[in-house]
């Protein structure tokens, strides 16, 4: 019964920014702040002040909680802070969502922002907007909200009830408003999925700068819809070292690497270095080419060829000391590496033979890192879509683009079309004898993995995002690069996989998730191919085993 003239009193400090409370004492003015927070409404959501800017709501910010329609109010706050500082939301596992089944939770935590003096609607767009702001700091609230609508096609008042409006009788706001609300929806989708990733790692003072990656990947997503965003539609993961290494490039800067620090690689089968055109036995599985399947029971074969190219990309190095903190690994520019990235070559032949095969070979990651003692290493193989930095587009770039694409990325035999971006990993072997398939025959066993599911236009200057990123994070917890090497081994790799056999689609497997040769690949390599794990890093039991140290 007291709630309205609450909020009516409240409504009045806001806008009069009047003394309110304070007891004729002198003492400080106080005042109140209401407002709704969505996606679609959001209740049970903790809605504060982010006083010292760090995108969490700690100890002593003025907050409150959202109730029936995402409605919220914090009380007790000095007077002009109203509209001095950005608001946070952080939306709890708990939390319900108004756009959801009834008594369903949101199930996955994650963070809304706005600018200051816009709590009045805090949702995923205003969430963009502000941190637009964040990266250049030049923007207003109003010319941030313009370039989120530029960069995405949106037409609405970002900083309005797109749910309220959705009931406008002029067809053309309804409209408008829709299409924002599937926006938003996209955008929470990403932030869910993304933020489950790094879980629990995030250490004080780190969420301000995860939350600006996370939102990255969220407008990529957005973006790559286009003008129809559908939130039916699945969003990338990004892999969690590609997240850790953001984190990590935040607290340790190229200045303070300084300690020379050299990562060997190795390509081998079983515990032989093989290069390319060296005649090489695997032992893999023989199939029952009608169903698809191994020989019951199992039974091994040995398929003598040789590799005819040998190389894949590992970015994000890290290393990492006896508790656990990840450094990263500031890598020396080269034409093998560049940013955060680098490609290793164990020799190739463009005749696709093995008789010519280029002999050039780069086994090395080089690099500085922050002087101290490292006991593990962990990595990613594969492209991210930027580097570290952020600064620097990465997987979906134009390799012609010297100026803009590191060294690594320039060389065209890794390159699939404009939306899959990049190979991550091209190894392709030559059985002695040709390859059966249903009719005919054919020469080579590839593997070719990289993201796939893509859209967006990176020639146009659109953002591109794919539902399988297929970067594959690697953690070593022991580890020493003085007398240690990571190798890929190609028992390992082929050994579920009869190399003696084609069955359809792409020869051998180059990522797609309905080919038959993929499943025993992507399960060697600890990737998931379908359903709720595609395009993921396994773990537990589905771990990889394709990479190890030696």
């Known amino acids: 019964m007291n709630r309205t003239p609450l909020f009516v009193l409240s409504a009045l400090c806001v806008s009069v920014l009047a003394a309110c409370g304070g007891g004729g004492d002198g003492g400080s003015s106080t005042s109140s702040l209401t407002g709704t927070v969505a996606d679609g409404y959001l209740e ?57 089944p009834a008594g369903v939770t949101v199930g996955q935590a994650y963070v809304l922002t706005a600018p200051a003096g816009k709590g009045s609607f805090i949702s995923p767009l205003t969430t963009l907007a502000h941190r637009e ?17 530029a960069d995405t096609g949106l037409s609405v008042d970002l900083y309005k009830d797109y749910i309220k409006e959705k009931t406008n009788a002029d067809p053309a706001v309804k409209d408008a408003n829709t299409t924002a609300h599937n926006a938003a929806k996209v955008l929470v989708n990403s932030l869910k999925l993304n933020s489950n990733q790094i879980g629990s790692e995030i ?33 990338g993961v990004e892999d969690v070292n590609t997240l850790r290494a953001l984190l990590a490039a935040k607290k340790t800067t190229a200045a303070e690497a ?15 270095p093989v290069r390319c055109g060296e005649s090489i036995s695997l032992s893999n599985i023989v199939y029952d080419h009608t169903t698809l399947a191994s020989v019951s029971p199992v039974q091994a074969q040995s398929t003598v060829g040789k590799m005819v190219d040998t190389r894949f990309y590992i970015a994000n190095v890290m290393l990492i000391d006896a508790a656990g903190n990840a450094t990263p690994v500031y890598l020396t520019a080269n034409s093998n590496q560049a940013k955060n990235l680098a490609m290793l070559n164990f020799g190739y032949d463009a005749t696709g033979v093995g008789n010519a095969c280029n002999s050039v070979y780069n086994t090395a990651i080089v690099g500085k890192v922050k002087p101290g003692n490292y006991v593990g290493i962990s990595m990613t193989m594969g492209v991210p879509v930027r580097s570290a930095d952020m600064l620097t587009k990465m997987n979906h770039s134009d390799p012609t683009n010297v100026t803009e694409t590191p ?26 004898t040709p390859i059966a398939k249903a009719v005919g025959t054919t020469t080579k066993w590839n593997v070719h993995i990289g993201s796939t599911g893509c859209a967006g236009d990176p020639t146009t200057g659109k953002e591109t995002a794919c539902t399988n990123a297929n970067r594959l994070s690697m953690k070593f917890d022991s580890f020493n690069p003085a007398t240690q090497k990571v190798v890929l081994d190609l028992a390992q790799l082929f050994a579920a996989s009869d190399v003696t056999w084609e069955g359809g689609g792409a020869v051998g497997c180059m990522s797609g998730v309905t080919d038959p040769e993929c499943p025993a690949i992507f399960k060697a390599l600890g990737l998931g191919l379908t359903g709720a794990n595609a395009g993921r890093t396994l773990t537990g039991a589905d771990v990889q085993t394709v990479f190890k140290v030696q």
Do not use: H
């Open 203 to 235: 250490a004080d003072g780190d969420q301000r700068t995860l939350q600006g990656q996370l939102l990255l990947l969220a407008k990529q997503a957005l973006m790559s819809q286009g003008t129809s965003p559908d939130p039916s539609k699945p969003v």
């Open 133 to 149: 702001m964040q990266a250049d700091r030049v923007l207003t609230a109003a010319t941030a909200a313009d370039k989120v609508k």
């Open 44 to 100: 049970g959501a903790k809605v504060c002040l982010d006083i010292n800017s760090n995108t969490v709501c700690d100890t002593g910010e003025p907050s409150g909680t959202s109730g029936a329609n995402g409605a919220y109010t914090i009380s007790g706050i000095t007077g002009g802070d109203e509209t001095r500082y950005p608001i946070v939301v952080e939306v709890p596992a708990t939390a319900r969502d108004s756009d959801d």
């Open 407 to 432: 060294a690594p990325l320039q060389n065209s035999a890794m390159n699939w079309q404009w939306q899959s971006g990049r190979k991550f990993m091209k190894l392709e072997f030559r059985p002695d």
């Open 258 to 272: 300084t300690q020379d620090v050299s990562i060997n690689f190795d390509l081998v089968n079983g515990t032989t």
